[in-house]
């Protein structure tokens, strides 16, 4: 007791005015608008896929497209909840990516079930897998660098969610930049590697966001 | 909080005060030793400090202060259950080798003294008092505030590390 009274007044002597952290919307904002601007800049310089125009139209692609933006915008916020301790008293917010995911998952299936005949697969495989790792590395550095500053009692959930977020935008860049339309290919080398992403970033979690 | 994230020390103080208090009932109902709890308690209170920058004035303190007592509790309890699961292989390996003596050996500590050195320190320390000085097992453990089963443990946790030396 006398232990617990003296860290109290040491504490209470340590004590300066200190900065409030931003609100998790503002500070998902702020990630958000610099991945954009990434993601952006990286399409310019790669170049968008030539048939974008007509891929526009395609009410599947569009959902698709717009899945994977919700995605990341879902994740981006619900990271910025998990960086706070009590998740900001937002604790539906937090988990509105499983929402997203279900949706984007019920839309592959019905891609897969439309796509007869099947469209031809690439010759590549495991090097769109590659290059969205790659893509995905700069927004999870940013993101976990980011998230250190603050004080996350869900570690594990918030190390996968900041990889998911980061996994979307290089998914993003490769579907608006490779001219490929094979769900199989896909599923395969685009989306089931975000799962794996997924459970790896629950360990990055561990390793880089427990205080 | 507001008062005390402004650095108003007296505020700040009364609310780690008011945090203990409300805290104190909520880890002694998950906690079996009044020592855990100071522990805990401490531990709590330190990174509620840390993390002080993460209130937001305009919500309730409490779910906030709350979210942190349990993070660190199942931190606590994983850490403690993880070391009681280690103390638990070691008791089965213990038992199964309760024929050989624990306390003798096939070699002279003299002989093995320098890999001992290499040991970590409190089983270097055992070996020592157990075969230089020739104590027991129960009396190095009052010399070291230990109880005599963990002596026993870290001496033959010592011995199994020595003997795959040797063996080599």
Same mark, same amino acid.
């Given at each position: 007791?006398?232990?617990?009274d003296?860290?109290?007044?040491?504490?209470?002597?340590?004590?300066?005015?200190?900065?409030?952290?931003? %609100?998790?919307?503002?500070?998902?904002l702020? =990630?958000?608008g610099?991945?954009?601007?990434?993601?952006?800049?990286?399409?310019?310089?790669?170049?968008?896929?030539?048939? !974008?125009?007509?891929?526009?139209?395609?009410?599947?692609?569009?959902?698709?497209?717009?899945? &994977?933006?919700?995605?990341?915008?879902?994740t981006?916020?619900?990271?910025?909840?998990?960086?706070?301790p009590?998740l %900001?008293q937002?604790?539906?917010?937090?988990?509105?990516?499983v929402?997203?995911?279900?949706?984007?998952?019920?839309?592959?299936?019905?891609?897969w079930?439309?796509?007869?005949p099947?469209?031809?697969?690439?010759? %590549?495989?495991?090097?769109?897998?590659?290059?969205i790792?790659l893509?995905?590395l700069?927004?999870?550095?940013?993101?976990?660098?980011a998230m250190?500053?603050?004080?996350?009692t869900?570690? %594990?959930?918030?190390?996968?969610?900041a990889v998911?977020?980061?996994?979307? !935008?290089?998914?993003? =860049? &490769?579907?608006l930049?490779e !001219?490929?339309?094979s769900?199989?290919?896909?599923i395969?080398?685009?989306?089931?590697?975000?799962?794996?992403?997924? !459970?790896a970033?629950? =360990?990055l979690?561990?390793?880089? &966001?427990?205080? | 909080?507001?008062?005390?994230?402004?650095?108003?020390?007296?505020?700040?103080?009364?609310?780690?005060?008011?945090?203990?208090?409300?805290?104190?009932p909520?880890?002694?109902?998950?906690?079996?030793?009044?020592?855990?709890?100071?522990?805990?308690?401490?531990?709590?209170?330190?990174?509620? /400090?840390?993390?002080?920058?993460?209130?937001?004035?305009?919500?309730?303190?409490?779910?906030?202060?709350?979210?942190?007592?349990?993070?660190?509790l199942q931190?606590?309890?994983?850490? /403690?259950?993880?070391?009681?699961? /280690?103390?638990?292989e070691?008791?089965?390996?213990?038992?199964?080798?309760?024929?050989?003596?624990?306390?003798?050996?096939?070699f002279?500590?003299?002989?093995?003294?320098?890999?001992?050195?290499k040991?970590?320190?409190?089983?270097?320390?055992?070996?020592?008092?157990?075969?230089?000085?020739?104590?027991?097992?129960?009396?190095?453990?009052?010399?070291?505030?230990m109880?005599?089963?963990?002596?026993?443990?870290?001496?033959?946790?010592?011995?199994?590390?020595?003997?795959?030396?040797l063996?080599?």
């Open positions: 007791m006398e232990n617990l003296e860290l109290i007044n040491k504490l209470a002597q340590d004590t300066e005015a200190v900065k409030p952290a931003p %609100h998790p919307y503002l500070l998902s702020k =990630w958000m610099w991945a954009a601007a990434y993601l952006f800049v990286s399409l310019a310089l790669s170049g968008l896929r030539p048939d !974008v125009m007509l891929k526009l139209h395609q009410p599947l692609f569009v959902a698709e497209i717009a899945l &994977l933006v919700g995605i990341f915008i879902s981006s916020v619900s990271a910025a909840l998990l960086a706070f009590d %900001h937002k604790r539906v917010v937090a988990y509105s990516p929402a997203m995911f279900a949706l984007f998952l019920l839309l592959i299936l019905f891609a079930n439309a796509d007869n099947p469209a031809p697969l690439p010759v %590549h495989n495991f090097e769109c897998t590659l290059g790792m893509m995905a700069l927004p999870a550095a940013w993101t976990f660098n250190r500053k603050y004080a996350s869900h570690y %594990h959930w918030a190390g996968s969610i998911l977020s980061a996994f979307s !935008v290089g998914a993003l =860049w &490769l579907r930049h !001219v490929n339309d769900i199989i290919h896909l395969e080398w685009h989306y089931l590697p975000m799962i794996a992403c997924g !459970v970033g629950l =360990w979690g561990k390793k880089y &966001l427990k205080w | 909080m507001r008062q005390s994230l402004d650095g108003d020390q007296r505020a700040y103080a009364e609310l780690l005060r008011e945090t203990s208090r409300f805290l104190r909520f880890l002694a109902k998950r906690l079996s030793f009044t020592n855990e709890v100071d522990d805990l308690l401490q531990e709590i209170l330190l990174s509620i /400090h840390k993390a002080r920058h993460t209130y937001d004035g305009n919500r309730p303190y409490k779910p906030w202060a709350y979210a942190i007592a349990k993070f660190r931190d606590y309890l994983r850490a /403690h259950y993880a070391d009681q699961l /280690h103390h638990a070691d008791y089965d390996e213990l038992e199964e080798s309760l024929q050989e003596p624990v306390t003798e050996t096939d002279s500590y003299e002989s093995i003294s320098g890999e001992v050195q040991l970590p320190e409190k089983q270097a320390i055992i070996l020592q008092l157990m075969h230089q000085d020739g104590y027991t097992a129960k009396e190095v453990a009052e010399k070291l505030g109880n005599e089963s963990a002596v026993k443990v870290a001496a033959h946790r010592a011995y199994k590390v020595l003997r795959s030396k063996e080599r």
